[in-house]
């Protein structure tokens, strides 16, 4: 698993918005958080405050470090403190703000949420702040005003990756029904093959998927041929998904990514030797997310191979780095039931 500390790129939310900073400790955090290595970007962003240099910086990368460690309380005091400090500028503030509303909405603030939602309309009402409300709305059940800021977001943004934003939004609260509208909206103007399938995936529609896809991958679109595996996964082709997930390694895709479909295709024939050889393959150089899914699959594997104390030690492994995941929670009392 990744945690080496070579200089790397991470979209996050938006810019970083260095300050010029001559702080070591600050430049060695902002590398940290570049490469998703949350726990040193953290120490490192704590030594800068206790310097006292650049503190809107400094305070803002613990925040957004913590959030992503899931210390959501420490994450909205951090980030409370950076919108706090004078002489930043207003990108600066909305950034801040959109990840201060993300760590209440976690905490289930969603008062202190919806406050900083309307301060962050005084900044920009830009198609990101109208779905941050909108997905807010959703968590105290103000349908309506949710539905009227969805809308909004999509008049902005009209992609289809917004729609399935959106959908996802409505999905957490078990309202798929609602959330697939935009999907179908999004699905009407899209012309991407590759764009195309996602939708259809999404609205687990898998013979248009694969049809889209598989165009999309004719066409050279890599991360097309990594969804394609997923979509014959779904229709219970482990064969057919195997060939996807080689050949998207073979595109020089994410090595993470595709060895978790292998494993995938493995868990799914029972060879769960061999699942945990792609396992380890793809932990290798695995980033945050990528390094999620196989973690977890590496406790699946192992509970069905019945090794519930292999399974229970490597859950709370994965807890330590993903805490607030309430499946794994549930795993880890599971397991402790079974071991005793």
Not at 153 to 176: H, L, P, V
Not at 191 to 199: I, P, R, T, V
């Amino acid at each position: 698993m990744r945690k080496n500390r070579t200089i790397a790129l991470l979209a996050v939310c938006g810019a970083l918005f260095l300050s010029g900073c001559t702080n070591e400790a600050l430049k060695q955090a902002q590398q940290d958080l570049e490469q998703e290595n949350y726990e040193y970007a953290l120490e490192g962003y704590q030594e800068a405050i206790s310097q006292g240099e650049d503190l809107a910086e400094a305070y803002r990368g613990a925040g957004v470090s913590a959030l992503k460690l899931g210390q959501y309380e420490n994450a909205v005091e951090y980030l409370g403190e950076a919108f706090a400090q004078e002489k930043t500028s207003d990108s600066f503030q909305k950034d801040v703000l959109s990840y201060k509303i993300t760590a209440e909405y976690k905490l289930g603030q969603y008062e202190e949420a919806l406050s900083d939602c309307q301060s962050l309309m005084n900044y920009s009402a830009d198609a990101d702040t109208y779905y941050l409300a909108g997905r807010v709305n959703l968590a105290v059940d103000a349908y309506e005003e949710a539905q009227a800021n969805f809308e909004k977001a999509c008049e902005k943004d009209g992609s289809s990756q917004m729609a399935i934003q959106i959908y996802e939004a409505y999905k957490e609260k078990e309202m798929e029904a609602d959330g697939s509208r935009y999907l179908e909206q999004a699905l009407e103007k899209e012309e991407n093959s590759y764009q195309k399938g996602q939708l259809y995936y999404y609205m687990e529609d898998y013979e248009n998927a694969k049809e889209q896809l598989q165009k999309a991958v004719d066409q050279k679109e890599t991360e097309a041929a990594c969804l394609l595996g997923q979509v014959y996964l779904e229709k219970g082709d482990t064969a057919g998904a195997r060939e996807m997930f080689q050949q998207y390694l073979d595109m020089e895709g994410t090595r993470a990514k595709g060895y978790n479909g292998l494993a995938l295709c493995d868990i799914k024939e029972g060879n769960y030797e061999e699942a945990l050889k792609n396992i380890e393959a793809g932990l290798e150089d695995a980033e945050t997310e990528d390094m999620k899914l196989l973690m977890f699959n590496e406790v699946v594997v192992y509970e069905k191979m019945s090794d519930f104390a292999t399974a229970k030690e490597k859950a709370d492994k994965y807890t330590e780095w993903f805490p607030d995941d309430e499946e794994m929670q549930k795993e880890q009392t599971f397991l402790a039931s079974r071991i005793g």
